[in-house]
């Protein structure tokens, strides 16, 4: 098993930035990819960022593209997530996740292990 616990979710004005940070712990070593989902009420839930946990491969929805970066440190076991030129529309509730399984690319669906969630405002 791995957890997951998420930080770092706030209030923000339009054109603020925020750091989300995920700290995993337990069977790590089984981490193939980490990535970063968000869901807005009455919306699905979306793939915002991924990145692998060996060769760093990342993927980003166009919605964030330019906007958002994720990182990893391996030695810390921890995901991060930078948000800047952060938008109302960005607002919603945060979910880091983990995947086990070996793939080809950066996984888009199909994580294993989920944090509790943390909540992030844009106001305009």
């Known amino acids: 098993q791995v957890q997951l616990v998420e930080s770092g979710g706030g209030l923000v004005q339009a054109g603020g930035s925020l750091r989300l940070s995920c700290a995993a712990s337990?069977?790590?070593?089984?981490?193939?990819?980490m990535g970063w989902f968000r869901q807005a009420p009455g919306k699905d839930r979306e793939l915002v960022a991924a990145?692998?946990?060996?060769?760093?491969?990342?993927y980003y929805a166009d919605s964030v593209k330019g906007r958002f970066a994720i990182s990893r440190n391996n030695a810390k076991n921890t995901m991060y997530l930078q948000m800047n030129i952060l938008k109302p529309e960005d607002t919603a509730v945060y979910y880091c996740a983990a995947d086990r399984d070996v793939r080809i690319g950066v996984p888009r669906r199909g994580y294993d292990y989920w944090g509790q969630g943390t909540q992030v405002t844009v106001s305009s």
């Open positions: 990145i692998t946990w060996s060769g760093g491969n990342t």
């Open positions: 337990g069977r790590t070593f089984s981490i193939y990819a």
